[in-house]
């Protein structure tokens, strides 16, 4: 059935799993799977533990969503290895969500994030990584690995601070107002942590160096008796099952307010998840479905909340994870998400007993590898435009909102790339030029010895778009004297937009007034649908718009 269904879409809307087992799935590739999606859940499980409580939920709504987010993902990826659940990236934007609105309003934004990017993957925006600049992922990927330093220092110390507040420059004026009530034995175990998983991650050991952490760490508070907080003290006991399924409430209200939230939860999604399948096919030599990862990613958002789950996307860590220990099709996923339930089910009594020192020192590793700083101090040499980007993402993710930092981020590059267009668009009256020009080898120049009174010809290069049309007008402007023909050569012109059409439109009109005939020379493919789409080149006619400057040459002789 399943087959049917999913043979009515094209090809790059088709989940991997089922093109795979098409294909047809053996009992090795099994057995593959099998081993690594045990080992990824089990380096899944203090992470997603981890994730959830920085993000200022339940301990263990972090496994519901990495529990979920494995299944669910898994069956309609459009890559073979993507493991995807909670991750870093979310951690600043989903505490400052749960702070002011509560879970009901997480998982309204998380739905309505997961509906944002089905509809991405539809529209076939699976390039979206494209068209984001690298100085403004490293500015706010920086800026998110600072936050979650900071929001880390508390339970590594072991302060006796109830709440610290969700502003950086008042967090860390409580934690330096409060740095004398830091716990010995809490420290302890945060060094001790952070060097276990550092000396670990140098052997290629199945088991990760954050569950030898967070094992030996909770051993020592029981056998030593250690006064610290574990997750039990400040959460209580960790359920081991599954929360029954629950629709959040959603008003109008509440959908206006989590827009813009739910926006930017679906771009870091998007990023993320499509880095992640990049990352991916790099190590194992495939090619991923961008859109049907949009597509995936957005299913698992929209179901993780009815199972009480926050924000979930490709995690590149656990995926590249999978891949080392030989994992092949999205089954591994599905494996890794019934590992968590086992563990769960059995384990869970346990995770209560897991002190909090050593899971801010597994977030702190996360901060260090997630913030890339020999990126940041490269694009710091690069031009103004990419050190401006980088420099207000970070600092405006850092000391004002995650979300402001991606607007403006967004903003300033958009603006960076227009200025940049504009830069190396141009246009010009070459006809003096031509006539002055020796070069008897250019054919062009060739012609333009015999160049006839009352012919101007006008050169039009890179894009004709709305950051360029000034020039162009004021260049045309600049031609005072009335002309039989106007030629406007366009063999060096890429690309045209609604801005550039309308220009040429005015221009068109202009010269009708004047009985000046424009001839259009040596146009590309986009210019000429453009003209075609507004209309101009029925105005301008068929046969004025020709292919070379020589036809239009003798064109122009015969008119004048």
């Not at 010995?184 to 998983?197: D, E, K, R």
């Not at 008897?440 to 333009?448: I, R, T």
Request: glycine share 8%; aromatic share 8%.
């Amino acid at each position: 059935m399943f087959d049917k269904i999913f043979s009515l879409f094209p090809k790059d809307l088709r989940p991997k799993l089922f093109t795979i087992l098409q294909k047809g799935y053996t009992k090795e590739t099994f057995t593959a799977d099998l081993i690594s999606g045990i080992v990824v859940g089990v380096v899944a499980l203090p992470l997603a533990i981890a994730f959830g409580i920085a993000s200022g939920v339940k301990p263990e709504q972090g496994l519901y969503s990495a529990i979920i987010a494995g299944i669910v993902v898994s069956i309609f990826s459009g890559s073979r290895a993507q493991i995807s659940g909670p991750t870093g990236a979310f951690i600043v934007i989903i505490y400052g969500i749960v702070q002011q609105y509560g879970y009901d309003g997480l998982a309204v934004a998380t739905m309505l994030a997961g509906f944002f990017l089905v509809i991405l993957g539809f529209i076939r925006f699976g390039v979206l990584l494209k068209f984001i600049p690298y100085s403004l992922t490293t500015g706010f990927t920086s800026g998110i690995a600072i936050i979650i330093l900071s929001s880390q220092v508390k339970d590594f110390l072991g302060l006796h601070v109830e709440k610290l507040p969700s502003g950086f420059v008042e967090k860390w004026g409580v934690i330096l107002s409060n740095i004398s009530t830091y716990n010995l034995s809490a420290l302890m175990i945060g060094v001790v942590s952070i060097l276990i998983i550092i000396v670990w991650q140098r052997f290629d050991f199945k088991i990760p160096g954050s569950l030898v952490a967070v094992i030996l760490s909770t051993v020592a508070v029981i056998v030593f008796g250690l006064k610290v907080d574990t997750i039990g003290s400040l959460f209580g006991e960790v359920p081991n099952s599954l929360p029954m399924p629950h629709i959040p409430h959603i008003s109008w209200e509440i959908l206006t307010k989590m827009f813009q939230p739910a926006f930017i939860i679906a771009m870091l999604a998007a990023i993320e998840s499509l880095l992640s399948a990049v990352v991916a096919d790099g190590m194992m030599g495939t090619r991923h479905r961008s859109n049907m990862e949009l597509i995936a990613q957005g299913i698992g958002n929209i179901v993780s909340p009815i199972f009480l789950g926050i924000p979930v996307t490709g995690a590149i860590a656990r995926t590249a994870t999978n891949i080392k220990n030989g994992g092949k099709t999205p089954i591994t996923g599905i494996v890794h998400s019934i590992v968590l339930i086992i563990i769960m089910l059995f384990l869970a009594k346990y995770a209560s007993l897991i002190p909090m020192a050593a899971l801010s020192a597994i977030l702190i590793t996360v901060a260090y590898k997630m913030g890339e700083w020999r990126s940041f101090f490269k694009i710091l040499k690069a031009p103004l435009s990419d050190r401006a980007v980088l420099l207000n993402t970070f600092f405006l993710t850092v000391f004002i909102d995650l979300t402001i930092a991606i607007e403006v981020g967004l903003v300033l590059a958009a603006l960076s790339f227009m200025k940049k267009m504009s830069d190396v668009s141009e246009s010009r009256i070459l006809t003096e030029s031509l006539r002055a020009s020796d070069n008897m080898e250019d054919s062009n120049s060739l012609m333009a010895k015999d160049i006839p009174q009352g012919v101007e010809i006008f050169e039009v290069y890179g894009t004709l778009f709305f950051g360029a049309v000034d020039q162009f007008r004021e260049t045309i402007r600049q031609m005072n004297k009335r002309v039989n023909v106007l030629i406007i050569e366009m063999s060096q012109l890429l690309v045209i937009d609604g801005s550039g059409a309308k220009a040429l439109d005015d221009l068109c009109v202009q010269l009708k007034k004047e009985k000046t005939v424009l001839i259009i020379s040596g146009i590309h493919k986009q210019p000429l649908f453009e003209l075609t789409r507004s209309g101009l080149y029925d105005r301008i006619g068929e046969e004025n718009i020709l292919g070379t400057i020589d036809e239009a040459l003798e064109k122009a002789r015969t008119i004048v």
